[in-house]
């Protein structure tokens, strides 16, 4: 059924399903069938990105895909976590789920910056992170700029928190977000 596919998102809870052979398979049918493969690592985990089109760690994770181990209470490394994770697995986007602060989108060539979220009334950040993966692909999917796309993913995730539990968000209420 992958041909009927533009788009595959795998979401790695660290509970044994996701595997370096999953990844590989994907990778291969990627190549194939020319989709988008986006990831959302567990660092636990080790496994190797490489082939994947958009990896989208949260804030601690990157530090651990990275190695990089800034000092206490230092401002986030932005530039030298995302170098060190777009090198070590050849992605074409990565996006570093940041919480309040939204979202920091980057390309291969490490070109991008930090988009911030809006304020926002939160309720429950639960599938939050997940939103805004699930919007990237969208967009990318679009052809949308990675400006555009990280907008989207923000606005997505913002509607996302003001709910109570895990929740979906409708373009419907995107749109009303927009206007």
Request: charged letters at 20%; glycine letters at 6%.
């Amino acid at each position: 059924a992958i041909q009927n596919f533009d788009a595959v998102i795998v979401s790695d809870y660290n509970k044994g399903t996701v595997s370096q052979a999953l990844l590989e398979l994907l990778v291969d049918l990627k190549k194939q069938k020319n989709f988008f493969l986006a990831v959302d690592p567990k660092p636990a985990h080790e496994l190797d990105y490489n082939g994947v089109d958009l990896l989208k760690p949260n804030r601690s994770e990157a530090l651990q895909l990275s190695g990089v181990s800034p000092k206490p209470h230092a401002p986030f490394p932005l530039d030298s976590v995302a170098k060190r994770i777009l090198q070590r697995y050849r992605l074409r986007y990565l996006a570093i789920t940041l919480g309040n602060e939204g979202l920091a989108l980057l390309n291969n060539d490490n070109e991008g910056c930090v988009y911030p979220a809006q304020d926002r009334e939160v309720f429950d950040v639960s599938g939050a992170g997940d939103t805004a993966l699930a919007a990237l692909v969208v967009a990318f999917c679009l052809k949308m700029p990675m400006e555009v796309a990280a907008t989207f993913a923000n606005m997505a995730s913002g509607i996302v928190v003001g709910k109570v539990g895990t929740a979906a968000v409708s373009l419907e209420e995107v749109r009303t977000y927009v206007q």
